[in-house]
Antibody
Framework: QVHLVQSGAEMKKPGASVKVSCKAS????????ITWVRQAPGHGLEWMGW????????NYAQKVQGRFTMTTDPSTNTGYLELRSLRSDDTAVYYC????????????WGQGTLVTVSS | QSALTQPPSASGSPGQSVTISCTGT?????????VSWYQQHPGKAPRLIIY???KRPSGVPDRFFGSRSGNTASLTVSGLQAEDEADYYC??????????FGGGTKLTVL
């Protein structure tokens, strides 16, 4: 069975950095790209970008370009999202998801990681 | 990239049908077959229920039906059940390897 298990909740001060992990199991990790989606409290889903599982190609939403970095470690079947220069409006649940091989759909999701940015 | 437009809420009685719209542009919904729908219950991760406009992943009941006309995609839920009460989000490929979501629709089963 496919599972994506994310790291635990984080609380950070403005200006700090945080790295969220997403460990995959139950499939061939390098065959599927990973995407990251966030959801601010009481708000909708916001797409952040994607990365090929072999860590060679990324594409970021314009809003987070330059401040967020996606990486993977194929040796441990784990994806990472690093957020820098955190602001209060980065407070959200961050989800990783697997991108289907046929297109731009996200078929399996992690449980989400709450990142709270507060002074 | 602007978000796709969804109605904030929709409702129906058990057994009825309800349709949720998702309006984009000729640069996303209208130009690509990669329109998806996700169901999200409170406190849970989203679940893919429709992909490529009208395909259902295994395990998704055939009460969920996706379609598209021009720049607007639609999700129809027929035979409404209590467990269908959730938030629903559409998404679309939007060129240059980008994806855009709709603002979400809260479906209430009366």
């Amino acid at each position: 069975q496919v599972h994506l298990v994310q790291s635990g909740a984080e609380m950070k001060k403005p200006g700090a950095s945080v790295k969220v992990s997403c460990k995959a199991s139950g499939y061939t990790f390098t065959s599927y790209a990973i995407t990251w989606v966030r959801q601010a409290p009481g708000h909708g889903l916001e797409w952040m970008g994607w990365i090929t599982a072999d860590n060679t190609t990324t594409n970021y939403a314009q809003k987070v370009q330059g401040r967020f970095t996606m990486t993977t470690d194929p040796s441990t079947n784990t994806g990472y999202l690093e957020l820098r220069s955190l602001r209060s409006d980065d407070t959200a649940v961050y989800y990783c998801a697997r991108i289907t091989s046929s297109g731009w759909d996200f078929d399996y999701w992690g449980q989400g990681t709450l990142v709270t940015v507060s002074s | 990239q602007s978000a796709l437009t969804q109605p904030p809420s929709a409702s129906g009685s058990p057994g009825q049908s309800v349709t949720i719209s998702c309006t984009g542009t000729s640069n996303d919904v209208g130009d690509y077959n990669y329109v998806s729908w996700y169901q999200q219950h409170p406190g849970k991760a989203p679940r893919l229920i429709i992909y490529e406009i009208n395909k259902r992943p295994s395990g998704v009941p055939d009460r969920f039906f996706g379609s598209r006309s021009g720049n607007t995609a639609s999700l129809t839920v027929s035979g409404l059940q209590a467990e269908d009460e959730a938030d629903y989000y559409c998404s679309s490929y939007a060129a240059i390897n980008n994806v855009v979501f709709g603002g979400g629709t809260k479906l209430t089963v009366l």
